[in-house]
C-alpha cells in the first residue's frame, strides 16, 4: 500500500508477498485435497446406505 509520502513500506511488501505465497502453495492445494475427499466421502457414504447405482 502507498503511503502518504509516495514510497512503499518494503516491510509490508515482503509481508504481503509472503501471504500470496502461502496461500497459493498451502492452501489452495490443502483445500482442494480437503474437497476432493470430502465429496468421495459423501458418494461414499450415499453407496453405503443406498447401495450401488443401479440400471
Known sequence: ?????GVEDPQRKTEELRSFLF???????????????GYGFIVWMTQLISG???H
Open 1 to 5: 500500500m502507498i503511503q502518504p509520502g
Open 23 to 37: 496461500l497459493t502453495a498451502v492452501m489452495v492445494p490443502v483445500l482442494s485435497v480437503i474437497t476432493v475427499a
Open 52 to 54: 450401488p447405482p443401479s
